[in-house]
């Protein structure tokens, strides 16, 4: 769905959620029963646009890069979709709200999603959810090492730390699947 957002996406370098991962986030709202959803990063509000169009939610997304955000408004208004998403112009970690969310959707800097997780898990629903995207790195997690640039290294290092810092996690269960660009998805124990 929502072809043009996609297109758009592609022929501007905006990185957006792969099909498969967005299918079966889809399905996992609907399974789960998943009322609302806090989104980290936004883009121009593809993966947004997509759960809105097709469910029954509400979703609160933020994106710190204003040129992106502007898009994103624009698409969310272009779709009628201004009662089920509110967009939120700033850096993440600087969001602060008491609402609890059914489902949190981390797909911002790769570098950042321990601080998201812990600082999020506390906006978290009884029985509530947090997905996170990219934890291969589009590939970059399986690839040598030693061929990579020194700032791709830093970003899959980063990554395999929220992996390791996920598997020790005394208070949540994580499983991860290899679905599209492989996603972890946990919950309080
Ligand atoms: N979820 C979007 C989709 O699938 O359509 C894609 C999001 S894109 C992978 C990641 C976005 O997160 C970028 O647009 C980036 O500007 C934003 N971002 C990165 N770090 C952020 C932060 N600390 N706070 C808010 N946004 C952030």
């Known amino acids: 769905m929502y ?20 299918e079966f986030l889809i399905n996992f709202i609907k399974e789960n029963n998943i009322e609302n959803i806090l989104e980290i990063g936004s883009a121009i509000g593809y993966s ?6 097709s469910c029954d939610i509400q979703i609160e997304t933020i994106e710190r890069d204003i040129y992106r955000y502007n898009i994103a408004k624009i698409n969310i208004n272009k779709y009628n979709l201004d009662n089920k998403i509110k967009i939120h112009n700033m850096d993440a970690l600087n969001f602060d709200t008491n609402e609890k969310f059914d489902l949190i959707f981390i797909d911002a800097s790769k570098s950042q999603n321990i601080k998201f997780f812990e600082k999020f898990k506390e906006n978290l629903s009884k029985d509530g959810y947090i997905i996170t995207d990219n934890l291969n790195f589009h590939g970059m997690i399986n690839t040598d090492y030693n061929s990579l640039t020194k700032n791709v290294k830093g970003l899959v290092r980063k990554i395999n730390s929220y992996v390791d810092f996920l598997n020790e996690n005394k208070e949540f269960e994580t499983k991860f699947l290899s679905i599209g660009d492989k996603i972890s998805i946990s919950k309080k124990i």
């Open 3 to 22: 072809k043009e957002l996609k297109e758009y996406a592609i022929q501007n370098s905006i990185p957006i959620v792969e099909d498969e991962t967005l």
């Open 48 to 53: 947004a646009i997509n759960m809105a169009g």
